[in-house]
């Protein structure tokens, strides 16, 4: 068990990639400390992760709130006595126009994903130094480093979080903290996120957008990188795992893609064979939606 006794804290992990590492981490033997905005989402994974012998620490916290993260911090220093690795993965995402963003939809955006991320770490480092060393896990995003319409806030926070991860490798290596970034591609989290057929459909044209689609609608990033496989947050879960062990002991300020490949093309999309495919899928899944709408 490559974790074995080691005491993890997770944000965001009621749902997800968050979900994903808890369960890794888990099943590799740490003692964990879950974060999420949703009660009952962290109940059911405290539930089953501590039926299987896992020592759980499940608390509602909303990183972007001061006293909950510093409540969230003193009851993981009380149970366990100091911190291992944190994981930074509690996000929000933003796909709005600029000129569209409100300023409480920036604010959100801003708070949850940069101001969560520095309040993790701020609270964490006093619990590894009293460890004696630590690992930081901040989770990004390939929008970090690339280009998409509406993604400007979201994209902001992302790279905002892969220049604090290296900043922070830099300050922390006295104590033998290390901090790396993990960016995920297009990762799909199922019904998590809503996946399905579009609202509107007569519901015996759900069930045939089901049987011919089923989530595949949703899964069009497939088309846009070299590896046809569509990413899951286990994908990600197994990086978080080796850069918590003390495999990674000489791995500090990395920022760490995990997306099939996605990035390697950037703006390009250099296969027409795939390109092809994506128009007559979304073609015909338009047709079908426009022809199966509820009258109104």
Not at 101 to 121: A, K, P, S
Not at 257 to 283: H, I, S
Request: hydrophobic share 40%.
């Amino acid at each position: 068990m490559r974790l074995k006794d080691k005491v993890a804290l997770v944000t965001g992990a009621g749902q997800g990639i968050g979900r994903g590492i808890a369960r890794m981490f888990a099943r590799e033997g740490a003692r964990l400390v879950l974060a999420a905005r949703s009660q009952d989402k962290l109940a059911r994974l405290e539930s089953e992760l501590s039926a299987a012998g896992t020592p759980v620490l499940a608390q509602a916290t909303d990183v972007a709130v001061r006293g909950q993260m510093e409540a969230l911090f003193a009851a993981a220093a009380e149970r366990f006595g100091h911190l291992d690795v944190l994981v930074n993965n509690a996000g929000v995402g933003l796909g709005t126009p600029v000129d569209k963003v409100r300023d409480e939809d920036y604010d959100r955006v801003i708070n949850t994903n940069l101001r969560g991320m520095h309040l993790g770490c701020h609270l964490a480092v006093p619990l590894m130094r009293r460890a004696g060393k630590g690992s930081i896990i901040n989770i990004s995003s390939v929008h970090g480093v690339e280009g998409s319409p509406g993604n400007t806030v979201y994209a902001a926070t992302k790279g905002g979080i892969i220049g604090a991860t290296r900043a922070l490798a830099a300050e922390l290596a006295p104590d033998f903290i290390r901090v790396n970034v993990i960016s995920p591609g297009a990762i799909y989290l199922g019904g998590d996120q809503g996946y399905g057929p579009p609202a509107g459909l007569t519901p015996e044209a759900e069930e045939e957008y089901r049987r011919r689609w089923g989530d595949e609608n949703r899964v069009v990033h497939r088309y846009y990188q070299p590896l046809e496989v569509v990413g899951e947050p286990v994908d990600i879960a197994y990086l978080a795992v080796y850069l918590a062990t003390d495999e990674s002991r000489f791995v500090t300020g990395q920022d760490i893609t995990v997306d099939g490949g996605l990035t390697t093309y950037l703006a390009d999309f250099p296969r027409p064979d795939l390109r092809e495919k994506r128009d007559r899928d979304r073609e015909e899944m338009r047709r079908f939606v426009e022809a199966n709408q509820k009258p109104s």
